[in-house]
């Protein structure tokens, strides 16, 4: 069964920076993508950023310039170090593995919380 477990999150003064990781287990193969996506109170869960097996990244406009996006594939392992938070960030995160292998896959983890003070 496969398993995202996420670590990083916390409390961060605006500007500040956080580095979010997520690591997968009990999965045999590399998955097609993985990412971030959060989800602020009275709000929908929106992308953050993803990564293709490929090293293809897709990010949100309203997190360009500030959120980098990595992956080990070997490890199904990714990283989103983010870098001067506004309170705007706040938010839980929620790591996420999706595409297509005898069939459509999507795995989400618990959500880690990131809350950035003004």
């Known amino acids: 069964q496969v398993q995202l477990v996420e670590s990083g999150g916390g409390l961060v003064q605006a500007g500040g920076s956080l580095r979010l990781s997520c690591v997968a287990s009990?999965?045999?193969?590399?998955?097609?993508?993985m990412g971030w996506y959060r989800q602020a109170p009275g709000k929908q869960r929106d992308l953050v950023a993803r990564i293709s097996s490929g090293g293809r990244t897709t990010y949100a406009d309203s997190v360009k310039g500030r959120f980098t996006l990595s992956r080990e594939n070997a490890e199904n392992t990714v990283y989103l170090q983010m870098n001067s938070l506004k309170p705007e960030d706040t938010a839980v995160y929620f790591c996420?593995?999706?595409?297509?292998?005898?069939?459509?896959?999507?795995?989400w983890g618990q959500g880690t919380q990131v809350t950035v003070s003004s």
């Open positions: 009990g999965s045999s193969f590399s998955f097609n993508h």
């Open positions: 996420n593995a999706a595409g297509i292998r005898f069939g459509k896959y999507d795995y």
